[in-house]
């Protein structure tokens, strides 16, 4: 497949996580459509890793993968927080900083 395929692969998965962002009142929606953003970012760094030759690229992607989890392990246990001091996990009842 050429690198343009990829690259609208990956134009397409972002564009699909951004709505989902932009469009859920929940907040795992909210996380699944950050998954998805940056696993657009990882099909581009793979593809263009292809294109070169190089495998620096797949490194870089697998590095993110684990900072990735981690970051959803984190945004996960603050929805569980959020869900057992509100009793709700929808975005637009957070307000912690409000007094």
């Known amino acids: 497949m050429p690198l343009g395929a990829y690259l609208a692969l990956a134009a397409v998965v972002f564009c699909i996580g951004l709505f989902g962002v932009i469009t859920r009142r929940n907040t795992v929606g909210i996380l699944l459509g950050i998954e998805l953003m940056l696993n657009a970012v990882n099909i581009n760094f793979v593809a263009f890793s292809r294109f070169h030759g ?33 009793k709700t996990s929808t975005a637009d009842h957070v307000d912690w900083l409000k007094g």
């Open 54 to 86: 190089s495998a620096l690229g797949m490194m870089f992607t697998l590095f993110a993968i684990c900072i990735t989890v981690a970051e959803i392990a984190l945004g996960l246990s603050l929805v569980i927080l959020l869900f057992r001091s509100r």
